[in-house]
């Protein structure tokens, strides 16, 4: 003995014939209910390809937002490494043109006699300007001849010298020269 607790299968083909239904509105139905199936399955396989999409879509606005951050983070630091570059660099150029300078001032009295004797140096744009004494204008030409064969200093341009009177046989002639930067031209230095 056995039991069939669903009762008998529903079977769409034997429903439409015992529904008093004509055999082609029977076909045309059968036709619609298939459409339907078809319809719905489309339908959710769609709906199904559009929540995918959407949640790809939330991911990939995710992604960018955090690449933007990360992106902005790197151009803060970015623009932090370029300051101090620039700073460095700047910090360089001060501590060179300090060490050039020196080592102008150094060479320079280096290439003097030791009786003429220098009392004031100024730099300025072009070069050096330099004030000094000398016993003559003998021991002043040695010193212009001495500096500028060194070309690491300059080219020199005495700009006055004075034989004063009454002054120490020592310190007899003032003197004025320029030396010019070996980077700037000495024709352009004084017209």
Not at 17 to 28: D, E, M, V
Not at 139 to 164: H, K, N, T, Y
Not at 167 to 186: E, I, K, Y
Request: charged fraction near 20%.
């Amino acid at each position: 003995m056995t039991f069939d607790y669903l009762g008998r299968r529903w079977n769409l083909r034997t429903f439409l014939r015992r529904s008093g239904i004509t055999r082609g509105a029977r076909t045309s139905i059968g036709a619609l209910i298939c459409s339907c199936i078809v319809v719905a399955a489309s339908w959710a396989i769609e709906a199904n390809r559009l929540r995918e999409s959407l949640q790809f879509e939330r991911s990939l606005a995710d992604r960018y937002e955090a690449q933007t951050r990360t992106l902005a983070q790197a151009n803060v630091y970015s623009n932090k490494v370029q300051n101090l570059v620039r700073l460095d660099r700047r910090i360089r150029s001060i501590v060179g043109s300090g060490t050039s300078t020196a080592r102008r001032l150094a060479a320079i009295a280096g290439d003097l006699p030791a009786n003429v004797w220098l009392t004031s140096v100024v730099p300025d744009s072009l070069g050096l300007a330099v004030e000094g004494r000398a016993p003559n204008l003998a021991a002043l030409g040695l010193a212009l001849r001495q500096i500028s064969r060194d070309r690491s200093i300059g080219d020199p341009a005495l700009m006055s010298a004075q034989v004063e009177d009454g002054a120490a046989p020592d310190l007899a002639v003032r003197f004025t020269m320029h030396v010019t930067d070996g980077s700037v031209s000495s024709t352009n230095a004084f017209p």
